[in-house]
């Protein structure tokens, strides 16, 4: 069994930055991937971007080259640079096993002026 949690999440002007992270407990021996999706109100999830254990990292187009992954066993963080409005969204971690997935209870990203 592993458990997810999120940390990080908060209120943040345009153009500022945001570091999120994620950690696995439990069996995560199990883990093959560890990702960050969010959801906007109204909108459907999205991938923000994905690590895979060999350290492969894919990320959504929305956010190549303001969002950075990285991970250390069962931790991922996600710094968040150059933060737009239209980043603002609930986002979660979910965390890939052999035969299923977990995900934590989301953190909120609001970014306003």
């Known amino acids: 069994q592993v458990e997810v949690v999120e940390t990080g999440g908060g209120l943040v002007q345009p153009g500022g930055s945001l570091r999120l992270s994620c950690v696995a407990s439990?069996?995560?021996?199990?883990?093959?991937?560890m990702g960050w999706y969010r959801q906007a109100p109204g909108k459907q999830r999205e991938l923000v971007g994905i690590i895979t254990n060999s350290g492969d990292i894919t990320y959504g187009d929305s956010v190549k080259g303001r969002f950075t992954i990285s991970r250390d066993n069962a931790k991922m963080y996600l710094q968040m640079n150059n933060l737009k409005a239209e980043d603002t969204g609930v986002y979660s971690c979910g965390v890939l096993l052999r035969t299923t997935s977990v995900w934590g209870q989301g953190t909120q990203v609001t970014v306003s002026s």
């Open positions: 439990g069996s995560t021996s199990s883990i093959n991937a």
